[in-house]
């Protein structure tokens, strides 16, 4: 059972910044929140992960709120090839490298 | 680095007959990992290797389906007979090990899509 829940859909203008938001109320101290994405015909791709800081790379910024129960994926400026699948996943602290459980994702679709 | 490979990006073939599916990991790592996705229940686990070796299999739907890692650079996901239901997108993931704390990234093929007639 994915332990996440996130919206079926969202629009975002291109250019702006797009904010998908995840709810993981059940998340524990040990748990890790990833964020995979997957284009059209694409395999999965990651984005970025966090445990409580907010963290950010060349490709997004994840925002963690402080009782770590929901965060949000931001894309800064949107382009038409961030249309895609966004998944949030939590994963326990130290893993070991097991396999990811993927729920239904939020589809982002930019729009010109 | 060319990443996750595999091959044939695309197969087609009639019920009852054997598929077999390739994957090559990136170079030097540890894990290797085959997901299906439907649109009925979207992307799930089939079988996952370390270092080649089978490690849980739980997601394998039934006897038709077996997987194999000879080597640390190649591995097979075989169904026989094949049936229409087997049709989905089957993807390779591979990922380091990595220890002291941190977790890891996977790192996905492009698919393969199989449909059987």
């Known amino acids: 059972d994915a332990k996440t829940t996130q919206p079926t859909s969202m629009d975002c203008a291109e250019g702006r910044a797009a904010n998908l938001p995840c709810n993981h109320s059940t998340i524990s101290g040990n748990e890790y929140v990833y964020w995979y994405r997957q284009i059209h015909s694409q395999g999965p791709q990651y984005i970025i992960h966090g445990l409580k800081n907010n963290e950010t790379n060349e490709m997004a910024s994840l925002i963690i709120t402080e009782d770590r129960k929901s965060s949000t994926l931001i894309l800064p400026h949107a382009t038409l090839r961030d249309t895609a699948v966004y998944y949030c996943i939590v994963r326990p602290k130290n893993s070991g490298n097991t396999p990811l459980v993927f729920g239904k994702g939020t589809r982002l679709s930019v729009i010109a | 680095d060319a990443g996750v490979i595999q091959s044939p990006r695309h197969e087609v073939t009639e019920m009852g007959q054997e598929v077999t599916l390739r994957c090559k990991p990136i170079s030097g790592h540890d894990y290797l990992f085959w997901y299906r996705q439907t649109m009925m229940r979207g992307l799930e686990l089939l079988i996952y290797?370390?270092?080649?070796?089978?490690?849980?299999d739980s997601g394998m739907p039934e006897d038709r389906f077996s997987a194999k890692m000879p080597n640390a650079s190649f591995s097979t996901l075989k169904i026989q007979p094949s049936e229409p239901r087997d049709s989905a997108v089957y993807f390779c993931a591979s990922s380091p090990f990595q220890g002291g704390g941190l977790t890891d990234t996977q790192y996905f093929g492009p698919g393969t899509r199989l449909t059987v007639l």
């Open positions: 290797f370390n270092n080649n070796v089978p490690i849980d």
